[in-house]
């Protein structure tokens, strides 16, 4: 028959996981209702995790059961129950393993609740040339004759980058580049894909201001988050740009920026960059990343 001291133990045992998993559910819950959530997790997956806060009450309540039972059958004089396996015996052990649990818990509760910035996106590395998933095609060759090229020649392409380079004919021909929310990476990629292509073109984004250690204090960058599912693998897209008034504009600011396609040498790399026509200022949008548009190559 066990003894109340290790009734005691189990009980304690269930009772916290009841605590931890009720925890999780409830930390869900609160970050759906104060619209914080979306800082976490993608919207495609929103609707899982808001699921699994179910299971995660689900699975507290059957361990605050179990921890009833015990006591319970602990007030019968034999009952002749099996309560299966138990906690291992090493209070060190059990530490470090309910440790593991509550440390997210408890970060998930004090810590702020912000968006990432450039502090971030400096530990992650800045990327100026959009998708590396998607290789350059070869560069088309030199028509015959002094003939304008077609938009097939413009946008010669591979199996690789049949999207972009059909993505790229539409931009081009358009008077100006509006880089839509739902097609950053994608809007990018195409610009960095057929650089030349679009020198000289005006587009106009929005993102936060980032600055890295190689750039001119004439310099920033107008950069997103993209995230597919999570905040753990959201990594930093951006577009270099330059402006005389770039000093006006601290770092993590929200601007809507409006510029002029060019190239620049930065880390050894040709990339893009804007020259500024127009620089507002704006408050920080209610949801900060951009997520991958799965559709874009169907």
Known sequence: MPTNHSVRSLMAHYLFRAALLGGYAFLIVFLNKTGELSLFVAPRTEQAVKLSALGLYAAAAYQAYSAFRIWRDSHQEDCGCDHGHGPSPSPLRNTLIYSLFLLPLLLGFLMPHEPLNSTLAAKKGMSFTGLQSAAPPASPPAPAQQEKPSLDQLFATDDY??????????????????????????????????????????????????????????????????????????????????SSNAAAYPNDSWVNFTGTVTTTSFQNNTILMLEAASITPIPTPADTYAYPNYDFDL
């Open 161 to 242: 980058t049949k999207a972009y380079a059909s993505f790229g004919k539409k931009l081009y021909q358009q008077p100006s580049i509006t880089v839509d929310d739902s097609l950053f990476i994608e809007t990018l990629t195409t610009l960095d894909l057929f650089q030349s292509n679009f020198i000289g073109k005006q587009v106009t984004l929005t993102g936060f201001v980032y600055r890295d250690q190689g750039m001119s204090n004439e310099q920033f960058a107008v950069s997103r988050f993209v995230m597919n599912c999570c905040s753990a693998d959201a990594l930093p897209y951006g577009i270099m740009v330059h």
